[in-house]
């Protein structure tokens, strides 16, 4: 679902008379936005929306992502040493770091620890071949973010960016009526937002740690 169609969907029960014109045509060119009638409908709408997708970042029931890390040379003279401090580029959609897996050159999976010291600092173990230099990557699950979403994002693909659901959008449209109509009709806001917040719940939880058999082996080779 498109942002803007999901505006039109918050919006559009609410307004009374059924009035044809709440569309996304509409909304994107400006005429529901210039109209006092809907105008402030809209302004709260988009906070309100972003507020419920907050409540699926912080749940945590946004599907997982992963991206790997090559493991660094570390020199025969620091062999003693069992972690090195790795300054990550982290992804745009990056909160924080779930579990790392590190695999060998040969695929072989092992779950490791980390230490983290900043937004993109962190000890990683050290990992050795016979020559004594590492070899493999690590490969990092982190959980994701979404951002403030505004109008300049009216036509984005709230599946395809971020993992959004339509199903999802659908409740997403019942918190954000709830936070609308909180004032003039708190019974039915209050209704709406039992509902929005059980289906949240319901959404299977996605904080299992890494499994191997989710990773693919990038190398060739006997094990």
């Given amino acids: ?75 025969a003279t620091d062999s003693s040493k069992l972690y090195k401090q790795y300054t990550l580029t982290l992804p745009n959609d990056f909160r924080d770091i779930v579990s790392i897996v590190y695999v060998d050159p040969k695929g072989r999976l092992e779950t490791v620890q980390w230490q983290t010291l900043s937004k993109t600092s962190y000890y990683l173990p050290i990992k050795k071949g016979t020559d004594n230099v590492n070899h493999g990557e690590f490969i990092i699950q982190y959980a994701v973010t979404v951002p403030f979403l505004t109008s300049s994002h009216y036509n984005t693909d709230l599946n395809t960016s971020y993992n959004i659901t339509d199903e999802m959008a659908q409740y997403i449209t019942l918190f954000t009526r709830a936070d609308l109509w909180e004032v003039e009709q708190p019974q039915l806001a209050q209704t709406y937002r039992q509902y929005a917040e059980q289906y949240f719940d319901q ?21």
């Fill in 1 to 75: 679902m498109l942002l803007k169609d999901l505006v039109v969907e918050v919006i559009k029960d609410i307004v009374k008379n059924g009035d044809t014109s709440v569309t996304a045509v509409n909304l994107t060119g400006g005429l529901l936005t210039n109209d006092p009638q809907y105008s402030d409908l809209v302004n709260n709408a988009i906070p309100s929306i972003n507020k419920a997708i907050n409540r699926l970042v912080t749940m945590r029931k946004l599907p997982f992502k992963t991206w790997t890390v090559p493991v660094v040379y570390v020199a």
């Fill in 203 to 223: 959404i299977e939880n996605q904080t299992k740690a890494f499994r191997q058999e989710n990773v693919t082996s990038k190398y060739n080779g006997d094990m």
